[in-house]
């Protein structure tokens, strides 16, 4: 088996721990360099031992993992521990940073050595976070020319993870990860790379992601990958801020009647968004569940709900991470959920007073209770909620 060239990781919360200590810990592992993006993150490290530990979700096993190489992205030039600055090419790099922290997480204004220009044409930007829209701004801002942008894949991630202190972390939900290729933006703007050339690029970089055992992990076809995207956007459009709102598990939106009727204005509504997408009005019907499914099955409201309602099942006990984000007093990916929904919906016409109304309140920090929550969607148009 051919060498995997070394893989970066930047963003070393929950999502990127694990991906890096599954790489590490992998039958064959790759060299793993893990960026951090302040000084202080170097302290943290060497007060971990040097090692990023994964406990399992019954709490009685732990799994330690060390082999890495560190490097600081923005140093402090007065530290005597500082690394000294790297401006090697990038050939593969896993981007797992909050999907609002991305842009400034590769060009941060004081960095002594910036990713930007370690990035080309023969990398691989493999992007892991929650929400859709991260991509396209960072085409718009930093790989406006297709012949110079890197190769893109996005990771759908369903593990649930969280975190017990620096680069320790609770594998608390053992589930599966997707990975496929993205075009940028739309298909008028997407990567110009002969498809031989983006294979050869990719290929390492899946084949050690499917190679680590602990994310079972799968890879898809482009299509398959965005229709799977805009499933887990609505499930995470519903599950994310409600529970964010009411200080509530997961399992508990399906308990109480006011929060089912609210998840199901959702759910109407994000059907319409997807449904009016021009991307997906000539895209073939992609097999699933063991049929072909047009756009308007795939993306039925019935439907979705029965997906929103599995995986508040499967997931019941858990915390979603934009109540955590919440509770940590931390700002929230709120924009890049339903803030999604809200802009493709002005794009293409359609009605979206309920996602509206969600960012508001997400983004204003409202805490009620169960009762309470019907009261705060009082003043959406009345004709849309009796549908």
Sequence with gaps: MAPTPRIHILGLGNLGRLFAHALATSPHPPSITLLLHRPSLLEDWEAAGRQIQITSKDLTSTSTSSNY??????????????????????????ITTKAQHTLSALTPLSALTPLLPRLTQTSTLLFAQNGLGTIDEVTTALFSNPSTRP???????????????PFKSVHAGLADVKVGPVDAQSSSTSNSNEGTKAQDQTHPLLNALTSAPILSCTSVSAPTLRNLQLEKLTINAILNPLTAILGIKNGEILQHAPVVR???????????????????????????????????????????????????QKTAANTSSMLQDVQGGRETE??????????????????????????????????????????????????????
């Design 262 to 312: 609210i998840t199901r204005l959702l759910v109407e509504e994000c059907s319409r968004i997807l449904i009016s997408l021009p991307e997906l009005q000539s895209s073939y019907s992609d097999s699933t569940e063991g049929h072909e499914m047009s756009t308007e099955e795939r993306f039925a409201p019935d439907r979705l709900e029965g997906l929103v309602r599995t995986v508040a």
């Design 69 to 94: 190489t560190v490097e600081v992205i923005n140093p402090n030039p007065f530290s005597p521990s500082t690394s000294i600055p790297n401006s090697e090419p990038i050939q593969n790099l896993l």
């Design 334 to 387: 709120i924009e890049y959920i339903n803030g999604y929904f809200v802009r493709r919906a002005k794009e293409t016409g359609v009605e979206c007073s309920t996602n509206e109304r969600i960012v508001e309140l997400v983004k204003a920090g409202v805490r009620v209770c169960v009762e309470e929550l019907e009261g705060l969607f009082e003043g959406l148009d009345r004709s849309v909620r009796k549908r």
């Design 151 to 165: 190769r893109y894949l996005a990771a759908i991630t369903s593990h649930g993870v969280y975190s017990t202190g």
